[in-house]
């Protein structure tokens, strides 16, 4: 394994490190002005939402590394106290990443990009038409994390309006994450698309999970399972009692042919299925079938 501190390699190399390890990042596109007026747009995958009352968004304009120079952003927020911050989707990564070229201070990303301003409700700062989704925030506070060139200045805003492109909600009035079609940072010149990449995982908090200390020693150090599926079965409330596993194994001449192999990678294999098609009780049935009597000759077909 490489293992490095940050004090033995340049600030350049172990920021590359960093945004290669910590990814995919959701980006904030920035839209701030000047003491004078004048718009400037940057786009910064050092963000996030870090509350919700007061709902609370946080990002990060680093000191220029090869410098130690501040951006324009930190320099507008410094002297206003106001910024939009702007989502960006699939439709607009492309304008968001020519924002990020480090133009003169007077020049206007807006107009370099193509994209177009929009009047804020309650800050000064424009927001950006085509973005799906706008916050309108006051600054309430940065914290810079050090002076060299790579330090972070933590901008915490507090958001005062949110505005939300019709044709991204759902019946609900939630946000479909496939019609908001967001992307996010990876490292080097690598973006992610998120809607591509989407599967669901039932929340804990929902569901007391038995844990997987609770599964069957000889599931636990399957040859098969990996920790992914072992997450899944133990994320579960209750194991299916032996009469729902016998009935699951009785209905069905597959699943009793699997288990009269009495091959555990076979049974493990046709369990992780289950766990890919989402159907974690049968995933449990099968498991805790291989170990019961499974000599019933009463099946019928699946």
């Not at 044709?167 to 591509?196: F, T």
Request: glycine share 6%; charged share 25%.
């Amino acid at each position: 394994m490489y293992s490095i501190e940050p004090k033995d390699i340049s600030t350049a190399k172990f920021h590359g490190l960093l945004l290669g390890a910590v990814a995919p990042r959701p980006i904030a596109f920035a839209s701030t002005m000047d003491a004078e007026g004048n718009p400037n747009l940057s786009p910064f995958s050092f963000f996030n939402v870090f509350g919700a009352n007061p709902a609370t968004l946080i990002f990060s304009p680093s000191l220029r590394v090869r410098d130690g120079s501040s951006k324009h952003t930190l320099q507008n927020v410094q002297a206003t106290k106001e910024v939009v911050i702007n989502v960006v989707n699939y439709d607009i990564v492309q304008q968001a990443s020519l924002s990020s070229t480090d133009y003169p201070s007077k020049v206007n990303e807006f107009v370099k990009s193509g994209l177009t301003m929009l009047r804020s409700d309650l800050v000064q700062p424009y927001r950006v038409a085509e973005s799906p989704v706008q916050f309108e925030c006051k600054v309430n506070r940065i914290i810079a994390t050090g002076a060299a060139g790579g330090a972070g200045n933590l901008v915490i805003c507090e958001v005062m309006k949110m505005h939300i492109r019709d044709e991204v909600l759902n019946e609900e009035g939630q946000i479909d994450q496939y019609k908001i079609d967001l992307v996010a940072r990876a490292g080097g010149n690598y973006y992610s698309r998120a809607r591509d990449g989407f599967f669901e995982i039932p929340k804990p908090l929902a569901t007391l999970g038995i844990g997987i200390d609770q599964i069957p020693e000889h599931i636990r150090k399957s040859k098969v399972l990996t920790g992914n599926d072992l997450g899944m079965l133990g994320n579960v409330e209750r194991l299916p009692s032996r009469e729902e596993t016998e009935e699951f194994v009785r209905n069905s001449v597959r699943i009793k042919g699997v288990l009269s192999s009495d091959d555990e990678i076979k049974i493990h294999k046709r369990a992780q299925k289950f766990l890919k098609d989402n159907d974690v009780m049968s995933a449990w049935k099968l498991l805790l079938a291989e170990r019961y009597d499974h000599t019933d000759s009463h099946t019928q077909e699946d």
